[in-house]
């Protein structure tokens, strides 16, 4: 998926996001859910926005986490929505499934980004010595042990020079 579909795909949710809460009763639990459902499910798309304009891949993946993380909210708030019967399952039923959908794809995105950052290094290089990760947006570095033993008091072999 070109990253302007799942952009387009983002916007769409987050337009449907509204006409959910639009229908939904008011009452206290239904306008802290409606506020609730509102910020994440919009915030979701807007920081994807973010992610696609960062020059940075660990900004990217960053954005991407917290994309991830608005739409598993969003999620928690459309399942509330049916556990509180404010609408009925079928009604909320398929955007909880595009929700699910969104997640899958997010998790399958910083998935592929780490597993670059591992297999290229952070800074586009690798060399078989190295073993370079991320660790919550930052780079390390771990050397490989290797077999050979430190050198010790170097002594001539007999007969040499």
């Known amino acids: 998926m070109l990253p302007s579909e799942l952009s387009d795909r983002l916007l769409d949710f987050a337009a449907r996001i ?9 009452t206290p639990l239904s306008e802290r859910i409606a506020r609730g ?18 020059r940075r891949r660990v900004e990217f993946t960053g954005q991407l986490s917290d994309t991830l993380k608005e739409l598993r909210k969003t999620g928690y708030w459309l399942r509330l929505i049916v556990k509180s019967s404010l609408l009925p399952a079928e009604e909320v039923r398929e955007m909880i499934e595009e929700c699910q959908q969104l997640c899958d794809i997010m998790e399958q995105s910083i998935s592929t ?27 390390f570095m771990t050397i490989a042990m290797g077999t050979r033993r430190p050198q010790q008091d170097a002594k001539p072999a007999p007969g040499g020079p």
Not at 18 to 26: E, H, I, N, S
Not at 37 to 53: F, H, I, K, P, R
Not at 115 to 131: K, N
Request: aromatic residues 14%.
């Open 37 to 54: 459902v509102v910020e994440s499910g919009t915030a979701a798309g807007l920081n994807y926005e973010e992610a696609t304009s960062t």
């Open 113 to 139: 980004d780490r597993s670059r950052t591992w297999r290229f290094g952070q800074f586009g290089h690798w060399q078989a010595s190295d073993l370079q990760f991320t660790i919550y947006g930052f780079p």
């Open 18 to 26: 509204g006409r959910v809460v639009d229908v939904l009763p008011t």
